[in-house]
Structures are given as structure tokens and as C-alpha cells.
């Protein structure tokens, strides 16, 4: 069975730093790894996708990559706004689950100004 | 542009009620999903249907059933309610089934249902 993982669960930064949020799966056998921010009671917005044959991708400020051999995924957020403060998704889209995404815990991501 | 659209958005129901969520894709999107966050949990998939046919089942109870309509909009509807239900309930599309296509997962804003 897929599993997910985020680490850490929440992080607290000043503006202005550069962080990275980790997901970890631990079947490489996926077909893509979509990252999602979630504000407080309301609904997922996809920030990037990334396909299995792909790296990287990146949107803005947010750098995401893609590590299959290792099961590994990063987001990369470069200089932190107090308007990044959400939770950070990860979901990882099986090659053998038809089209049910498995969701890590997310990361609780606090940017103080 | 236009996004999933789900409607109520917000229901209270007592228990052993009935509740009919309601999900409307993005345009010319034809695969639907349901999935169901309890507080403080990560989204679980419940069911998805592509073309009109269900294409994918979770871990919907057999008290929730499903469908996707000619239009393409979906109803989830919940009979028998039980306080565990209490929960937001998120709708996604994707243009054709994600795990084929490649395609990006967007979500709507989700239906809070709370049952008392």
C-alpha cells in the first residue's frame, strides 16, 4: 500500500527565507506527484504537477522535484511571503490505484513578517 | 477562469438524515472525484467516474452513493448519517482520467457537512 510522508508536519519562518518541504512515497511506481496548498477551511489549489519522466517543475516562486528512485518529492519556496502561510500537499497518483491520489499529512506552513 | 463549482457549501444534517452533495466539473473536464477530509486528516478518496461511468471506488461506505451525470455533474448523496460523517467533502475534475492523461487534479472549495 502507497504511503505518504511530510516532513515536518509544521514550520514557522521569517519573510524573506528560502525553505523546502519534503514528501516522501514509498512506491516509486507512480505516474505523477501534484503538490497543493490548503488554507484554513476551504479547498485544495494545485501548484504543480509533475510527471514521472520529469525532474522538475517550477511556478513562480515554487520549485518542485521529483526523485523516483528514491521516493523522494521537494518544494522549493524562495524568498517566503506572510501570504504563504497555508498547508502544503503533497498527493502521489499510482500506477496501480486507477486515478485515486494518496495524500500525505501535509505541512503547516507559518511565514511571519 | 472557471473552477469546480460544489453547492451547498456549507449542510447540517441530524443523524440517520439523508444529504445530497453536489459537484459541477470545469468545463469540458469529464472525469470527476469525490474525496472526504475529516478534521485534522489528510483527503481520503471516496469514488470517481469518468464519462458518466464510475471508473475508480475508495473507501466510500455503502451508505454514500454516487453518480455522474449526462452534463457531467456529480451527486453524492449520504443516507443514514452518523456524527463520524462530519467531515468536508471535496469534488475534483481532471479532462479525461488523470492516471491515463497526466492530467492535472484541480479541486473545488469542498461542503462542509457537519451532522449533529
Known amino acids: 500500500k502507497q504511503e505518504v510522508t511530510q516532513i515536518p508536519a509544521a514550520l514557522s519562518v521569517p519573510e524573506g527565507e528560502n525553505l523546502v518541504l519534503n514528501c516522501s512515497f514509498t512506491d516509486s511506481a507512480i505516474y505523477n506527484l501534484q503538490w497543493f496548498r490548503q488554507d484554513p477551511g476551504k479547498g485544495l489549489t494545485s501548484l504543480l504537477l509533475i510527471q514521472s519522466s520529469q525532474r522538475e517543475q517550477t511556478s513562480g516562486r515554487l520549485n518542485a522535484s521529483l526523485d523516483k528512485s528514491s521516493g523522494r518529492s521537494t518544494l522549493y519556496i524562495a524568498a517566503s511571503q506572510p501570504g504563504d502561510s497555508a498547508t502544503y500537499l503533497c498527493?502521489?497518483?499510482?500506477?496501480?490505484?486507477?486515478?485515486?491520489?494518496?495524500f500525505g499529512g501535509g505541512t503547516r506552513l507559518m511565514v511571519k513578517p | 477562469a472557471a473552477g469546480v463549482i460544489q453547492s451547498p457549501r456549507h449542510l447540517i444534517k441530524e443523524k440517520r438524515e439523508t444529504a445530497t452533495l453536489k459537484c459541477y466539473p470545469i468545463p469540458r473536464h469529464d472525469t470527476v472525484y469525490w474525496y472526504q477530509q475529516g478534521p485534522g486528516q489528510d483527503p481520503q478518496f471516496l469514488i470517481s467516474f469518468y464519462e458518466k461511468m464510475q471508473s475508480d471506488k475508495g473507501s466510500i461506505p455503502d451508505r454514500f452513493s454516487a453518480q455522474q451525470f449526462s452534463d457531467y455533474h456529480s451527486e453524492l448523496n449520504m443516507s443514514s448519517l452518523e456524527l463520524g460523517d462530519s467531515a468536508l467533502y471535496f469534488c475534483a475534475s481532471s479532462k479525461a482520467g488523470a492516471a491515463f492523461s497526466g492530467n492535472t487534479i484541480y479541486f473545488g472549495e469542498g461542503s462542509w457537512l457537519t451532522v449533529v
Open positions: 498527493a502521489a497518483l499510482l500506477n496501480n490505484a486507477g486515478n485515486m491520489l494518496t
